[in-house]
T-cell receptor, first 116, second 115 residues
Framework: DQQVKQNSPSLSVQEGRISILNCDYT??????FLWYKKYPAEGPTFLIS?????DKNEDGRFTVFLNKSAKHLSLHIVPSQPGDSAVYFC???????????????FGKGTKLTVNP | DAGVTQSPTHLIKTRGQHVTLRCSPI?????VSWYQQVLGQGPQFIFQ???????GRGNFPDRFSARQFPNYSSELNVNALLLGDSALYLC??????????????FGEGSRLTVL
């Protein structure tokens, strides 16, 4: 039962263009959503998050959009840089029946490649 | 400041053996979580400890156990290893238990291979 889904295993974009990574979730109890970035041989690194009471959060080149009615969120990276090439994981938390905010439920990840 | 540190970084075991993985959280962090990441999948929650008490447990068999020490470091133990236990085991820490942020700081992981 995949509660957080990233349906695109990979994405390739040109440097300077926009990267859009998508994530869908099924559990309406989730109230906090996060994006993590992972380079090979390293642990995931927190990138940006959004609370369910908001529909947008921006941090520099990174913006996360949340559409609660569609149970969909997306991460926009503008402009994309070659150093952004990594695996991006969408994660959700907040279902008190599943550990509340202490447990993150991750998607399978999307491998982003930014070509120079 | 040092981040989350895990040891060993790589290890190879055979089926039926036991393994102990260790984690030191960021200084001042009292909450430690363990995640398993199988190749091609996202990390999956195993345990969460705060102030030496178990606060959450994922859908893993009893062969998996953990504990947290007074200095907030933690151990993950896996008994009777199976081939399917081969994975990257990630430890993460956070400053406060509960709360809305959900942000965890991850270590680089321990890569376990079971032959």
């Amino acid at each position: 039962d995949q509660q957080v889904k990233q349906n695109s295993p990979s994405l390739s974009v040109q440097e300077g263009r926009i990267s859009i990574l998508n994530c869908d979730y099924t559990n309406s109890m989730f109230d906090y959503f996060l994006w993590y970035k992972k380079y090979p041989a390293e642990g995931p690194t927190f990138l940006i998050s959004i609370s369910s009471i908001k529909d947008k959060n921006e941090d520099g080149r990174f913006t996360v959009f949340l559409n609660k009615s569609a149970k969909h969120l997306s991460l926009h990276i503008v402009p994309s840089q070659p150093g952004d090439s990594a695996v991006y994981f969408c994660a959700a938390s907040g279902d008190i029946t599943q550990g509340g905010s202490e447990k993150l439920v991750f998607g399978k990840g999307t491998k982003l490649t930014v070509n120079p | 400041d040092a981040g989350v540190t895990q040891s060993p970084t790589h290890l190879i075991k055979t089926r039926g053996q036991h393994v102990t993985l260790r984690c030191s959280p960021i200084s001042g962090h009292k909450s430690v979580s363990w995640y398993q990441q199988v190749l091609g999948q996202g990390p999956q929650f195993i345990f969460q400890y705060y102030e030496k008490e178990e606060r959450g447990r994922g859908n893993f068999p009893d062969r998996f156990s953990a504990r947290q020490f007074p200095n907030y470091s933690s151990e993950l133990n896996v008994n009777a290893l199976l081939l399917g236990d081969s994975a990257l085991y990630l430890c993460a820490s956070r400053g406060l238990a509960g709360g809305p942020t959900g942000e965890l700081f991850f270590g680089e992981g321990s890569r376990l291979t079971v032959l």
